[in-house]
């Protein structure tokens, strides 16, 4: 019996257990929310792998000589009917997926499996709802033409017994009978295997990201009246300041971090880039002038998916907003080494009264810094759209540097 070329049953099989793959995942994909962020990039690069493929597969169809149709009449027909059907499936899903995220009001860059880019296609924003529809509709005729071919499939080798499938084995093999065709079922179960943990209970408490050591409890949380001898330390009059208060370098090597809640889980970040300028006399906080600058493009949490958001519109606006700003004149102290300073917080043009709580370890000209905030996103429009509705509504921010005064 004639059988299709190796370089096609390679392929026809690979394709059969990414598309079984693809089907277990897609089902899931809705009900994940931000849990399933990772699952939908797999998702991408997954399709687009079966649209080369599949491209691949056509011309090889046309390169290399195909065996004869063993049936005719209607049966025949309806087998060729499904064949084609399932070559537009193979190419429609992909490239209706490929115009859903490139028409996306959030725009979502794709790294093919984390490493190469996939430029958006050049499509109006009033094509999403069309990509988007039309990309689910192919996927459930392509289930159902994926069913046929596999039941036809059935038929010739159980039902008519006229070796069909063996057209399909590189050889006539009983191992490679069965291996070939588990890889559809080891698809189906990868793609439920990789499928993130069920999201808590609604019910449940989100666990708050732990903040460094000696770290004061987040701004905007009342204090509870001090002890009588907290009392009297702070009663204690000051003693007058000798002189202007210091100006202070940050040293290389500091860091600010925030940590947010997602669905249950913890997503944390940094900034590379910001600078400080600092004057203050830590024995007369009153006289603090403090001033933050975050280059909020150089935001990452380490994730290139999640870092090709950050600059859009949805979080931090950066080609409108490149900076974020905090600004303080003058500090209180809290207890020992630590203090409280309170001004202001300019972020992606909206600015806010904002608190943030630091300790001083260290004497002389070198001191270590290291304090936190918590910040309300939404007060800011930070988080805005529809890939952030898992999000926790408040941002815990911490820092920690080494400062030395300057001569």
Same mark, same amino acid.
């Given at each position: 019996?004639? !059988?299709?070329?190796? /370089?096609?049953?390679?392929?026809?099989? %690979?394709? $059969?257990?990414?598309?079984?793959?693809?089907?277990?995942? =897609?089902?899931?994909?809705? +009900?994940?929310?931000? !849990?399933?962020?990772?699952?939908?990039?797999?998702h991408k690069?997954?399709? #687009? @792998?079966?649209? *080369?493929?599949?491209?691949?597969?056509?011309?090889?169809?046309?390169?290399?000589? !195909?065996p004869a149709k063993l049936e005719g009449g209607w049966q025949g027909a309806l087998a060729s009917g499904v064949h084609v059907g399932l070559y537009a499936f193979m190419l429609g899903a992909p490239l209706t997926g490929w115009a859903l995220v490139s028409t996306a009001k959030v725009k979502v860059p794709t790294l093919l499996f984390g490493v190469l880019p996939l430029p958006h296609l050049p499509l109006p924003a009033s094509a999403h709802?069309? %990509?988007?529809?039309?990309?689910?509709?192919?996927?459930?005729?392509? #289930?159902?033409?994926?069913?046929?071919?596999?039941?036809?499939?059935? !038929?010739?080798?159980?039902?008519?017994r006229d070796g069909l499938i063996w057209r399909m084995i590189p050889g006539r093999s009983t191992a490679l009978l069965i291996a070939l065709p588990a890889l559809i079922l080891l698809g189906l179960v990868v793609g439920k295997? #990789?499928?993130? $943990?069920?999201?808590?209970?609604?019910?449940?408490? /989100?666990? *708050?990201?732990? &903040?460094?050591e000696n770290i004061a409890e987040p701004a905007n949380v009342v204090e509870p009246a001090p002890d009588n001898a907290a009392a009297n330390a702070t009663d204690a009059a000051p003693e007058e300041p000798v002189g202007p208060p210091p100006a202070w370098t940050v040293q290389p090597g500091g860091k600010i971090g925030f940590s947010v809640g997602n669905d249950g889980q913890t997503i944390s970040g940094s900034f590379?880039?910001? @600078? $400080?300028?600092? /004057?203050? +006399?830590? +024995?007369?906080?009153?006289?603090? +002038?403090?001033?933050v600058t975050i280059d909020m493009a150089s935001a990452s949490v380490g994730d290139a998916y999640q870092d090709g958001m950050l600059p859009g519109d949805e979080f931090f606006a950066v080609a409108s907003h490149p900076t974020a700003t905090f600004t303080a004149k003058g500090a209180e102290? &809290?207890?020992a080494n630590a203090y409280r300073a309170t001004g202001t917080l300019s972020l992606k043009g909206v600015a806010k009264p904002q608190t943030i709580r630091f300790t001083l370890s260290g004497d002389g000209a070198t001191r270590k810094v290291s304090g936190a905030a918590t910040i309300a996103?939404?007060?800011? =429009? /930070?988080?805005?759209?529809?890939?952030?509705?898992?999000?926790?509504?408040?941002? %815990?921010?911490?820092f920690a540097f080494t400062a030395r005064q300057k001569d």
């Open positions: 019996m004639q !059988r299709y070329s190796l /370089v096609a049953i390679i392929l026809h099989w %690979a394709i $059969a257990a990414l598309l079984a793959f693809q089907i277990s995942v =897609g089902w899931a994909l809705e +009900d994940l929310g931000a !849990r399933g962020f990772a699952l939908y990039q797999w690069s997954v399709g #687009i @792998t079966i649209l *080369a493929l599949t491209l691949l597969r056509i011309v090889v169809r046309y390169w290399k000589p !195909r709802e069309l %990509a988007e529809g039309s990309h689910g509709l192919i996927a459930w005729l392509g #289930i159902a033409l994926f069913l046929l071919h596999v039941a036809g499939a059935l !038929r010739h080798h159980f039902l008519m295997a #990789i499928l993130p $943990a069920p999201a808590p209970k609604a019910a449940a408490a /989100v666990e *708050a990201p732990e &903040t460094p590379a880039k910001w @600078t $400080a300028a600092i /004057v203050m +006399d830590p +024995d007369h906080p009153e006289s603090a +002038d403090i001033k102290k &809290t207890g996103r939404a007060a800011f =429009g /930070v988080g805005n759209g529809e890939s952030s509705g898992g999000l926790a509504p408040q941002v %815990a921010l911490t």
